[in-house]
């Protein structure tokens, strides 16, 4: 079993910078694939990033690319997502998961978290 736990989220400018934290806690969390996905109001949950349990393969979806970095460090057991170049669009709930592989796909994750809220004003 694992537990997740988001954290980072706020309301921010357009241009602005935010650092998402994912905190694993478990056994076996270090083992994990970590996928972060977002959630607009009234849209379906679509994926963000995702890196490898070793950290050594990342994933991002395309709309993200340059301005999102994900990255894990395992001696704390914490997966982080930089955000940079903030735009109104990129407004959502974003959740972080763990699964047994770096996938696009939410289904193939295991364990989610409760989410953090992100808000950037224009």
């Known amino acids: 079993q694992v537990r997740v736990v988001e954290s980072g989220g706020g309301l921010v400018q357009a241009g602005g910078s935010l650092r998402l934290s994912c905190a694993a806690s478990g056994r076996t969390a270090r083992s994990y694939a970590m996928g972060w996905f977002r959630q607009a109001p009234g849209k379906e949950r679509d994926f963000v990033a995702a890196?490898?349990?070793?950290?050594?393969?990342?994933y991002y979806a395309d709309s993200v690319k340059g301005r999102f970095t994900i990255s894990r460090d395992n001696a704390k057991n914490t997966v982080y997502l930089q955000i940079n170049s903030l735009k109104p669009e990129d407004t959502a709930v974003y959740y972080c998961a763990a699964g047994r592989i770096a996938t696009m796909t939410g289904a193939q994750y295991d364990y989610w978290g409760q989410g953090t809220q992100v808000t950037v004003s224009s």
């Open positions: 890196i490898s349990y070793g950290g050594g393969s990342t």
